[in-house]
């Protein structure tokens, strides 16, 4: 009997560690491809593609985390309009700024981009944490959605490759690159951990969500006190990150943000699956 409960904790983890033994080659693979045509991230074609399959992801992951609720064909439509429709007026209303310069600190004396990082996340955060319909729809979802979902972190790899050229500093590329790519990498190990159903597969979940909340703490820092503004308190000696510029301010204007509230959807759902096994386990 030990040794089958040994061997029944150990086949999880090499399942959920064997998923690295694919996607590892295919983020270096990539990293390779943009360092040596620097072209291909520059079109902005990748980050395009990166923002269209969040958010299209995120539409696809609440529908089908609708159906398994109980709640009627009406109310399941309702509640996926009610999220979808402001994420995408955003995504445009972010879209749209992009292109038209907004987000250049020297177009306007607010601050455009840290205000469209940060006031989605107060004003969905409550809005996620609290609903009740919110609450129905995490409990029906599988709790690995929200975790493999952000494999797209993986993207975040440009910014070592625009390091290792020289276009970007070092004390910003290398911990947000680094940090996103592992963020994206163990995204894979720890949905399928979380899939088992362990207690330890939801602590591996926890973990991953802490990381991934703290490489956008360090990458938002790093980002403002080494670009041009009131902030910046470090003058790399290379160009700045070139916060504003279009495309790729849109990852911090609209995809930063919705993984932020993916974060906090996905701690939200672990702790409400730890609290029904609690539940379970006293009944």
Known sequence: ????????????????????????????LWLLLIYSWPTIPASGVPTTAHQIAAHGLIALGLWRGLEHTSLTRGQRRATWLAVMIP?????AAAWSAAINGVFHPDTTSL???????????????PLVL??????????AMPASWLV??????????????AWLHGALPGVFAVPAGIGDTLTGLFALPAAIALATGTAEGRTAATLWNILGLADFAVAITMGMITSPGPWQLIV???QSIGAGDYPGVL?????????????????RQLRRRNRAEVAGDRS
Do not use: C
Request: aromatic share 10%; net charge neutral.
């Open 111 to 125: 601050p455009a981009l840290p205000l469209a990082i940060f006031l989605p996340v107060i004003i969905g955060a």
């Open 130 to 139: 609290f609903s009740k319909r919110i609450g129905q729809v995490l409990d």
């Open 236 to 238: 790399p000696d290379v």
């Open 87 to 91: 994420d995408t007026l955003w995504l």
């Open 251 to 267: 990852t911090p204007a609209f995809v930063v943000p919705s993984s932020i509230l993916l974060h906090v959807l996905s701690l």
């Open 1 to 28: 009997m030990a040794a089958e409960a040994a061997s029944s904790a150990i086949i999880p983890s090499r399942a959920a560690w064997s998923g690295l033994g694919w996607f590892a080659p295919l983020t270096a």
């Open 148 to 161: 493999a979902l952000q494999l797209y972190r993986i993207f975040g790899i440009w910014a070592l490759a």
